[in-house]
């Protein structure tokens, strides 16, 4: 089956660590994107990528890193310079173009202790 | 640039009764339009979206939205709330000139269903 899957689920890490989440999509998609989810806040676009080999930064990107190397991959890291990392993240892909539907992976729900 | 109101962070109804979760918007470019519903610790999930055409919009499960531009709405109806439909719902906008999907959400309803 087609989809996008985010790993692991669930971490835990301790503060002044960086810690990269996987996604991966087999739907073919051009577009992937990370949002970031805490309570009350709605979805707020960390990074996204158009295509293989670049990125671009979304509205709240400081702290985070991203590689686009392949097409199925786009995985995130939360570097120890993001103050507050501890929220659920989300990886999405589309097909290009402002209408194309976005599909979301099961999120990661990252706690920093 | 572009936002999305949703009025309300909690609406709660009856099992049976009518659904209307609002939204609005402000985009400087004609909007794309979407619901999306967020089971607890899921990704979210397309119920339905506007882009061009008719301004009543038929999703997944029973929801419909109309897009009024007059009112900048796109809210979100269901004329029979079951117990499955308690969830959160978030409203998004794209802007149709950007070639490229970058949504705004808006920070979400959550619908709660009592028997």
């Known amino acids: 089956d087609g989809g996008i899957t985010q790993s692991p689920k669930y971490l835990f890490r301790k503060e002044g660590q960086n810690v990269t989440l996987s996604c991966e999509q087999n739907?073919?998609?051009?577009?992937m994107y990370w949002y970031r989810q805490d309570p009350g806040q709605g979805l707020r676009l960390i990074y996204y990528s158009q295509i293989v080999n670049d990125f671009q930064k979304g509205d709240i990107a400081e702290g985070y890193s991203v590689s686009r190397e392949k097409k199925e991959s786009f995985p995130l890291t939360v570097t120890s310079a993001q103050k507050n990392p501890t929220a659920f993240y989300l990886c999405?892909?589309?097909?290009?173009?402002?209408?194309?539907?976005?599909?979301f992976g099961q999120g990661t729900r990252l706690t920093v202790v | 640039a572009q936002s999305v109101t949703q009025l309300g962070s909690h609406v709660s109804v009856s099992e049976g009764a009518l659904v209307l979760l609002r939204c609005n918007y402000s985009s400087s470019v004609p909007p794309y339009l979407f619901w999306y519903v967020q089971y607890p610790n899921q990704g979210l999930q397309l119920l339905l979206k506007y882009t061009t055409g008719a301004t009543l919009v038929k999703g997944i499960n029973g929801f419909e939205a109309e897009f009024k531009k007059s009112e900048t709405s796109f809210h979100l109806t269901k004329p029979s709330a079951h117990m499955s439909d308690a969830a959160e719902y978030f409203c998004?906008?794209?802007?149709?000139?950007?070639?490229?999907?970058?949504?705004?959400f808006g920070t979400g309803t959550r619908l709660l269903v009592s028997p």
């Open positions: 999405a892909s589309s097909l290009q173009g402002a209408f194309a539907e976005a599909f």
């Open positions: 739907l073919n998609h051009d577009a």
């Open positions: 998004a906008v794209s802007g149709a000139n950007t070639g490229f999907q970058k949504l705004v």
